[in-house]
């Protein structure tokens, strides 16, 4: 009963390669979030989607892509991966409206770049 | 650029002891959120505050957001081991409909028995 569900949990790739992380929510929230954590444990915003419609693009390269084929789920493409892309990726989800923004958490990616 | 600073930056005490976490911003925040992040695991929220001035408690914790929605605490009374972790606020602008949290850089706390 998992509220929000990532894949994998480590992610261990060559410079140069392509993965995707995934995604899951059960909580019936419409709008879902990824935030990059760096290694001083600053968590930044990337991307949001609410019932599918991209809503925040935040400054990511082009090589990042978010999609979310329904609003439960939301992955996350990275192409062409790159050392500075190491680093741990939160996906998070939130219900729109009633103003406080409260958001639940996955436990996170852990992606290492070689 | 909103932004939210938080202090200190690391916090090491005993057991029992009670400690004040800080989180400053020069901006308006419409609401405020405190999370706690264990390691390996996700950040965790612990508490929303909405109206300036407010008060919330949980447990030990003691949470306050600014009488001008600027700035927020946390107080922790006799902390024990299970608060070891990295305490992070996050506030939302009012002027943006986005629904973007902006994070604060975050404190860590550790509780040795």
């Known amino acids: 009963d998992t509220a929000v569900s990532q894949t994998p949990k480590y992610l261990v790739t060559q410079m140069g390669n392509d993965k995707s992380i995934k995604c899951e929510q059960n909580?019936?929230?419409?709008?879902m979030y990824w935030y990059k954590q760096d290694s001083k444990k600053f968590l930044k915003i990337m991307f949001s989607y609410n019932n599918k419609e991209l809503i925040i693009n935040e400054t990511v390269p082009n090589r990042f892509s978010p999609k979310s084929p329904d609003k439960a789920h939301l992955n996350l493409h990275i192409n062409s991966l790159e050392l500075g892309d190491s680093a741990v990726y939160f996906c998070?989800?939130?219900?729109?409206?009633?103003?406080?923004?409260?958001?639940?958490f996955g436990p996170g990616t852990r992606l290492t770049v070689t | 650029t909103q932004l939210l600073e938080q202090s200190p930056q690391f916090l090491s005490i005993q057991e029992g002891e009670n400690l004040t976490v800080y989180c400053n911003s020069s901006s308006v925040f419409s609401s405020l959120q405190w999370y706690r992040q264990e390691p390996g695991e996700g950040p965790v929220l612990l508490v929303t505050v909405v109206t300036g001035g407010e008060v919330k408690k949980l447990k030990r914790l003691t949470f306050q957001f600014g009488d001008a929605r600027k700035d927020s605490s946390l107080h922790i009374t006799a902390a024990q081991p299970g608060d070891t972790g990295l305490y992070l606020c996050?506030?939302?602008?009012?002027?943006?409909?986005?629904?973007?949290?902006?994070f604060g850089s975050g404190t860590r706390l550790l509780v040795r028995p």
């Open positions: 998070a989800s939130s219900l729109q409206g009633g103003g406080s923004y409260e958001q639940y």
């Open positions: 909580l019936g929230h419409d709008t």
């Open positions: 996050a506030g939302n602008n009012p002027m943006d409909s986005s629904y973007k949290l902006i």
